[in-house]
Nanobody
Framework: QVQLVESGGGVVQAGGSLRLSCAASGGTLSSYAMGWFRQPPGKEREFVAGITWSAGRTYYADSVKGRFTISRDNAKNTVYLQMNSLKPEDTAVYSC?????????????????WGQGTQVTVSS
C-alpha cells in the first residue's frame, strides 16, 4: 500500500511561483511513475504532469508546458512540481498519484494511489 502526502500549496499572486512536493511511502518499489493532477473549482480533474521513476521521462499538459517542471528525488521517494508564471486559471486542488504500470500517464484511470490534495490559489 502506497501512501502519498502532498505539501507546498498556498496563495500566490499571478506571475508568482510555488513548488509542490509529494512524498511517497509504503510499496514504492513497485511504482512505475508519478503524476500530478488538478481539479479547478466546478470542473473535472485534469492531468498536469507525469514522470517515470527510473528513466525520469516527463510528460506535460499543453496548458503548463514551459511554466511547470516535474522532477523526482529517488532517494527521498519524492516528486516535485515547480510552478512558475502562475495564472488565475491554475487555481485548483493539486493531487499527486502513483502508477504501478506502464500505461498512459495522462489518464487518471491508470493511477493506483492518490494523495489527499493541496490547494493552490492564484490571485489576479
Amino acid at each position: 500500500q502506497v501512501q502519498l502526502v502532498e505539501s507546498g500549496g498556498g496563495v500566490v499572486q499571478a506571475g508568482g511561483s510555488l513548488r509542490l512536493s509529494c512524498a511517497a511511502s509504503g510499496g514504492t518499489l513497485s511504482s512505475y511513475a508519478m503524476g500530478w493532477f488538478r481539479q479547478p473549482p466546478g470542473k473535472e480533474r485534469e492531468f498536469v504532469a507525469g514522470i517515470t521513476w527510473s528513466a525520469g521521462r516527463t510528460y506535460y499538459a499543453d496548458s503548463v508546458k514551459g511554466r511547470f517542471t516535474i522532477s523526482r528525488d529517488n532517494a527521498k521517494n519524492t516528486v516535485y512540481l515547480q510552478m512558475n508564471s502562475l495564472k488565475p486559471e491554475d487555481t485548483a486542488v493539486y493531487s499527486c498519484a502513483d502508477s504501478l504500470g506502464n500505461y498512459g500517464l495522462s489518464d487518471s484511470r491508470n493511477y493506483d494511489y492518490w494523495g489527499q490534495g493541496t490547494q493552490v490559489t492564484v490571485s489576479s
